[in-house]
């Protein structure tokens, strides 16, 4: 028997514990700050939100908490960064001990997403859209978690991975 909400990095045990949909909170997790991005309820678009500078993690889940209740979160997408060949290093150590503590800080599931390419994916698209090089140091962060979120949702709605 599992105590609190699941954290997985299945999608389909995620799915299963969301099965009445909603919509999501995506973060991409750094050592500085954590990058925050939410999608709908019926999980077909991510959209950017904002960067937040991590502090203490009380100070830090206290404002995600507050977001959960504006959006109506039901879940949570957090980015999992492995290594080129699928390994695991200290970064995506710290990323699950991060996913067990908001999960149980805001008493919702957590799905842990590969987020290989993710930052460089966010960066291209922020070209793409001519966007000055300040602009992207601003935001890419919270690009980076919608890439992470909509690859998440794209899984979870269509079946693909």
């Known amino acids: 028997m599992v105590d609190g909400p699941i954290v997985t990095d299945n999608r389909l045990d995620f799915g299963d514990a969301l099965a009445d949909g909603g919509a999501l909170l995506g973060l991409d997790v750094g050592t500085k700050s954590v990058g925050v991005a939410t999608c709908d309820a019926g999980w077909r678009y991510a959209t950017a939100g904002k960067t937040l500078q991590r502090g203490k993690f009380t100070q830090d889940s206290g404002k995600l908490r507050e977001l959960v209740r504006e959006r109506s979160i039901k879940g949570v997408v957090i980015g999992l960064p492995r290594n080129m060949d699928g390994s695991?290093?200290?970064?995506?150590?710290?990323?699950?001990?991060?996913?067990?503590?908001?999960?149980?800080?805001?008493?919702?599931?957590?799905?842990?997403?590969?987020?290989?390419?993710?930052?460089?994916?966010?960066?291209?698209?922020?070209?793409?859209?001519?966007?000055?090089?300040?602009?992207?140091?601003?935001?890419?962060?919270?690009?980076?978690?919608?890439?992470?979120?909509?690859?998440?949702?794209?899984?979870?709605?269509?079946?693909?991975?």
Request: charge should be negative; aromatic fraction near 6%.
């Open 88 to 161: 695991e290093g200290p970064r995506a150590q710290a990323s699950r001990a991060y996913a067990r503590n908001i999960a149980a800080a805001l008493d919702l599931p957590v799905l842990l997403w590969d987020e290989r390419w993710s930052t460089a994916s966010a960066e291209a698209a922020m070209i793409g859209q001519d966007m000055s090089r300040s602009k992207r140091a601003e935001r890419i962060d919270a690009h980076a978690a919608a890439v992470i979120l909509q690859g998440a949702i794209d899984a979870l709605a269509g079946g693909g991975f």
